[in-house]
């Protein structure tokens, strides 16, 4: 039977087992001066995959000086963007040269099967390359036609960029965030999810080594109410991201709008898709159930209220019941898995404790979902689950994060459009017909940063990705305008 050891890699046991693993600040490996430590665990075991050193609020504080010094001193802010363009894609040829040993990390560490995982690492190396070579194709000076003056505009650098990530997508979604950022010149300080800080720690060090100005890429490991809560409280910071829940958003939008500092939060979302009654029912099924296992159900963005015509929903429901059987809940490096375990015990509990309340408040359990027994491996895992019933439920409106989808019937297009967008959230919805027509209505008409037509979970580069209402504030990744949101703009001007 394979378990994370048995599997692991030759590098990847000498990172793990290396002693306790520390952040990178400086371009140095720097334990920090608390004295404490955290594990990280393996999600399909349950075992200690390492032990990391727990920054304080005083050693958060240093890196942010210290990624304001690089800023200032190391030349990187003042790079030409095709120099800096060449160190960039310097670092992602280190990262896919490594890349089976970041896809394992990454796998054991945040309980990914390894596709998904190597899928993450490229797509981190897709967003150094992207956001490198946009970087020198826009023009950052912009002549302006005023009477009576010569005006121009200018976009620098804000200078040391603070983020804070969750653990469901670590290395994916670092990329989203620090490859604009430094693309634009600016130097960065990243705080991991303290259930998932290796990939992070392991990236921030290929950097250090394919040459990278120290100092350039800071990872301040340590507990979210102690590194997390003293980064969004810096004053040093010059531009802030979160990425996570909204209770945790609002924190650190509270702590950033003290200081003035520019803050974009990426939080949760409750998708719907509306399905009519022309798709190919099998293959819509089959699509739906592979969203909400994929990763098990853990994506903010995942379609999790399912609205679906009513002339095909018995047919729908058959369907999704065939393709759940399909499913095989497992050990994520063992084979034959297609869905692996929920990041951790707390996880697990809010998922069964969501469907448990959702029945109590009269939801139908068509799938029951429930604890998953994995022979051999005592991780957290539960089987897929599909509720039904009236929205007005509290699984139907609230964040799961699980393998969980809520299903409700419509039959008028405006109905379809009116359930979907009765919620408090507005990350991502999708809409599924033939009729492409109706398909680009409907789209229009869902109140969200994101509308898909005939798919869910589509972030090709170059298309903004954000988030309205409980969603998201201020910004997005993944385009031309997050390049943009890490310059500042300056204007000059003289009269004639
Ligand atoms: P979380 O909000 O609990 O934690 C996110 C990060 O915040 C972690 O690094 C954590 O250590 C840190 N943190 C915790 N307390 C803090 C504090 N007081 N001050 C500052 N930082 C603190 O979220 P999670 O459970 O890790 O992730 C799941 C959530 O993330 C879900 O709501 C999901 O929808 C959301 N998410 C959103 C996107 C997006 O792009 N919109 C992407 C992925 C995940």
């Known amino acids: ?220 490991p340590g507990l979210g109410r102690v590194a997390g809560a003293a980064l969004s409280a810096s004053t040093g910071i010059k531009r802030m991201s979160f990425t996570g829940s909204p209770e945790v958003g609002r924190l650190v939008g509270e702590s950033c709008g003290r200081n003035l500092v520019p803050v974009k939060l990426e939080l949760g979302g409750k998708g719907a898709a509306v399905v009519f009654e022309d798709v190919d029912v099998e293959a819509t099924a089959r699509l739906l159930v592979g969203a909400i296992t994929f990763h098990t159900g853990q994506i903010c963005c995942d379609a999790t209220r399912w609205m679906i015509h009513k002339s095909i929903y018995n047919d729908f429901v058959t369907a999704c019941r065939q393709a759940l059987e399909q499913v095989s809940v497992g050990y994520q490096l063992d084979d034959a898995t297609t869905m692996g375990p929920l990041v951790n015990a707390k996880q697990r509990e809010r998922v069964l404790g969501y469907v448990e309340k959702g029945v109590a408040e009269g939801a139908d359990a068509v799938v029951p979902g429930g604890i998953a027994e994995v022979a051999g491996h005592d991780g957290y895992y539960v089987k897929p689950c599909l509720l039904a019933g009236s929205l007005d439920n509290i699984a139907a409106r609230e964040e799961i994060f699980g393998p969980v989808a809520y299903l409700t019937t419509f039959e008028q297009e405006d109905e379809a459009v009116a359930l979907a967008n009765d919620t408090d959230y507005g990350l991502a919805n999708s809409v599924w017909t033939t009729d492409l027509a109706r398909a680009a209505r409907v789209a229009e008409s869902m109140v969200a940063g994101n509308s898909w037509i005939n798919a869910h979970n589509l972030f090709p580069k170059g298309v903004p990705y954000g988030g309205v209402n409980k969603s998201g504030v201020g910004g997005g990744v993944n385009s031309i305008e997050t390049l943009f949101d890490y310059w500042r703009s300056q204007s000059i001007v003289r009269p004639l």
């Open 1 to 220: 039977m394979a378990t994370a050891r048995t599997l692991l890699l030759p590098e990847v046991e000498r990172y793990l087992t290396g002693g306790v693993i520390a952040g990178v600040v400086g371009g140095e490996d720097w334990a920090g001066t608390s004295g404490e430590t955290f594990q990280t665990l393996d999600p399909g075991s349950g075992e200690v995959l390492a032990e990391v050193h727990a920054y304080s609020a005083a050693d958060v504080d240093r890196a942010v000086a210290v990624a304001n010094e690089a800023f200032r001193k190391s030349g990187w802010a003042t790079l030409a963007p095709n120099d800096r363009a060449v160190r960039l894609h310097r670092f992602a040829d280190l990262v896919e040269s490594r890349k089976d040993i970041v896809t394992q990390i990454e796998a054991v560490d945040a309980g990914k099967l390894p596709a998904a995982a190597r899928g993450d690492v490229d797509n981190f190396i897709e967003s150094l390359r992207f956001f490198a070579d946009m970087a020198q194709h826009v023009q950052r000076r912009s002549q302006l036609a005023v009477a009576g003056h010569e005006a121009w505009t200018l976009r620098n650098p804000w200078g040391a960029c603070g983020f804070i990530f969750p653990w469901n997508f670590p290395l994916l979604l670092m990329g989203w965030g620090i490859a604009p950022a430094l693309a634009a010149g600016n130097t960065v300080v990243v705080k991991p999810a303290e259930d998932t800080p290796l990939s992070s720690i392991f990236v921030a060090q290929l950097a250090r080594e394919s040459g990278m100005p120290e100092g350039v890429v800071n990872v301040v």
